[in-house]
T-cell receptor
Framework: GNSVTQMEGPVTLSEEAFLTINCTYTATGYPSLFWYVQYPGEGLQLLLKATKADDKGSNKGFEATYRKETTSFHLEKGSVQVSDSAVYFCALSRDGGSQGNLIFGKGTKLSVKP | DTAVSQTPKYLVTQMGNDKSIKCEQNLGHDTMYWYKQDSKKFLKIMFSYNNKELIINETVPNRFSPKSPDKAHLNLHINSLELGDSAVYFC???????????FGPGTRLTVL
């Protein structure tokens, strides 16, 4: 079945450090891939997305490239800020015309220290 | 304007009670969803409705009953609440296919 695996946290970084959060997926067909972010006490917000192989999603300095050959969608940011502290979720849309419900990874908590 | 809104934000109740959570979206989307987030932050789809019609019903106890009076609203009614129902419930809306989904702020349900 379809699934998403992301690196377990928590991840603790100093401000301006480089961030990578690994995400790999298993899916039939050609899913779309997403990164969502959840700030403390809030709902999920879409961070970026990619809908086909080799697409790169980017937003707020974050990037992720849809790699079909490695079934990966790793999230990267060159220089993190304290305000990036949050839980990050990798997700895919389920294939098969099922109205696009999302399958999420378990989330990775990021803490950025000043 | 809030795109996806849920009420209440917090809900504390006793075991065995019946409660409802309401969700409304003003984005004009055809599809709405309910997700459950457990204490470890794991998110899982519960239900999906498209144009007031149930599309997805994952392995959820039949104590949970979604109701969609129109395509802008998807309410969640829970009968005979149990301790294990304590979680954060998120409503979302989106287009069909592979479009992104927009999430509400969540309802934190605590069953005592």
């Amino acid at each position: 079945g379809n699934s998403v695996t992301q690196m377990e946290g928590p991840v603790t970084l100093s401000e301006e450090a480089f961030l990578t959060i690994n995400c790999t997926y298993t899916a039939t067909g050609y899913p779309s891939l997403f990164w969502y972010v959840q700030y403390p006490g809030e709902g999920l917000q879409l961070l970026l997305k990619a809908t086909k192989a080799d697409d790169k999603g980017s937003n707020k300095g974050f990037e992720a490239t849809y790699r079909k050959e490695t079934t990966s969608f790793h999230l990267e940011k060159g220089s993190v800020q304290v305000s990036d502290s949050a839980v990050y979720f990798c997700a895919l849309s389920r294939d098969g015309g099922s109205q696009g419900n999302l399958i999420f990874g378990k989330g990775t908590k990021l803490s950025v220290k000043p | 304007d809030t795109a996806v809104s849920q009420t209440p934000k917090y809900l504390v109740t006793q075991m065995g009670n019946d409660k409802s959570i309401k969700c409304e979206q003003n984005l004009g989307h055809d599809t709405m969803y309910w997700y459950k987030q457990d204490s470890k932050k794991f998110l899982k789809i519960m239900f999906s409705y498209n144009n007031k019609e149930l599309i997805i019903n994952e392995t959820v106890p039949n104590r949970f009953s979604p109701k969609s009076p129109d395509k802008a609203h998807l309410n969640l009614h829970i009968n005979s609440l149990e301790l294990g129902d304590s979680a954060v419930y998120f409503c979302a809306s989106g287009g069909s296919g592979y479009n992104e989904q927009f999430f509400g702020p969540g309802t934190r349900l605590t069953v005592l």
